[in-house]
């Protein structure tokens, strides 16, 4: 299945000489969670958000550039499993989303969940089945530096906040950089607070700030709770409907730990489906690829046939023919003939472009196409009969 539904098309991007205020009032006034970080036109990466609660620093002075986190790009079609080990591998939750070389939209780590819970390899997943963060958990009169400190320890967006045995509430990244950044929050007892945090004085009384009980900021609202019998899709769902990117699992008014999007990419991501299919190159060191090309070439066919597998349900053979037509002194220009034999379907489509990569990823859309319409065809025929 490719990524292509859950893809966003609007986000927002911030220059990296931007202060961090500018960059801390789009993301209030447009109920955003993320950016992209830019140097002209260069993507740089994503915002470090832990990074600002770390520091004490003057937002109206710090650049944005002092707190990027480096991701990688993903294509547009790629393979929900192949994107789902590359967050997890990049520690992200959310990334940007390149066709033809340009930035089209982006992708949330959420959103990747939710497709890749209705795949049938996690269908028959369970919460037990997926590693919790434990034993991260916090008293409402704990310093929120200490939730800070945990956040950044276990690498979580979310800390739940426990009285006794008794679930008081949860404390998020969110909460606690709204306050402690001076957004204006909706919480209870919060007017003292924006009025200290608004001052002049704000500055220099930072530091006291982070003393403040957790129960300042932690809240019972968009809280998830799971039994770690539940299906992961069912969690995922109420995570998606919350945006939240964690689930607190308890077994009855035992905390068994935190369930996280970062484990749910890891164990999405480490799916292993057994190829039947084998791939043969035609050409491919004919055409002047240099070695990173090759290796492009060689991954990009490997990961799309997985698609055409789950299409084709059936062992199935792959030639994959390169052809360079560059005329002399002129930019080059690929050709690919990308021929399937399966049982039943034996068929051949062509595709080119100036890169060779474009040229590969268009002549395996052509070959799901193709099997598309005789998929509809075999059921109009199942329908007459």
């Given at each position: 299945m490719e990524i292509t539904p859950a893809i966003k098309s609007e986000f927002l991007s911030f220059d990296s000489e931007q202060a961090v205020s500018e960059m801390i009032g789009q993301l209030r006034k447009f109920d955003q969670r993320h950016g992209l970080i830019f140097k002209k036109d260069k993507y740089l990466?994503?915002?470090?958000?832990?990074?600002?609660?770390?520091?004490?620093?003057?937002?109206?002075?710090?650049?944005?550039?002092?707190?990027?986190?480096?991701?990688?790009?993903v294509n547009e079609h790629a393979d929900v499993i192949e994107t789902a080990y590359a967050l997890f591998q990049a520690d992200s939750d959310f990334v940007p989303v390149e066709s033809n070389k340009k930035i089209v939209g982006v992708l949330s780590a959420l959103d990747?969940?939710?497709l890749a819970v209705a795949l049938p390899e996690t269908k028959e997943f369970v919460i037990a089945d997926v590693k919790l963060v434990k034993g991260e958990k916090l008293e409402p009169n704990d310093p929120v530096s200490k939730a800070t400190?945990?956040?950044?320890?276990?690498?979580?967006?979310?800390?739940?906040v426990f009285e006794g045995k008794k679930l008081y509430g949860i404390v998020s990244f969110r909460d606690i950089l709204q306050k402690y950044l001076a957004w204006v929050p909706d919480r209870e007892n919060s007017t003292k607070f924006t009025k200290m945090a608004n001052s002049r004085s704000a500055e220099a009384d930072r530091p006291n700030l982070s003393m403040l009980p957790v129960k300042s900021f932690s809240t019972n609202q968009n809280m998830v709770t799971v039994s770690k019998k539940a299906s992961l899709l069912e969690a995922v769902k109420l995570m998606a409907k919350d945006h939240v990117s964690s689930a607190i699992v308890m077994d009855g008014e035992k905390f068994e730990g935190l369930l996280t999007i970062k484990n749910i990419m890891r164990v999405v991501g480490s799916l292993k489906i057994p190829e039947n299919f084998n791939i043969r190159f035609v050409g491919l060191n004919?055409?002047?690829?240099?070695?990173?090309?090759?290796?492009?070439?060689?991954k990009i066919a490997s990961n799309e046939a997985f698609k055409l597998q789950r299409a084709i349900q059936d062992d199935f053979s792959l030639v994959v023919h390169l052809k360079d037509h560059t005329k002399s002194g002129r930019e080059r220009k690929y050709s690919i003939s990308l021929h399937v034999d399966a049982p039943g379907q034996t068929f051949t489509v062509n595709e080119f472009d100036w890169r060779v990569e474009d040229a590969l990823h268009q002549s395996f859309d052509n070959a799901q196409n193709v099997l598309k319409r005789r998929l509809r065809g075999e059921k109009s025929r199942r329908k007459v009969f």
């Open positions: 990466g994503i915002i470090e958000k832990k990074g600002l609660l770390r520091s004490r620093l003057d937002v109206s002075k710090a650049k944005i550039n002092n707190f990027v986190h480096r991701t990688p790009l990747l969940a939710a400190e945990v956040m950044h320890k276990a690498r979580v967006d979310q800390v739940p004919d055409v002047g690829l240099l070695a990173h090309q090759k290796e492009a070439v060689q």
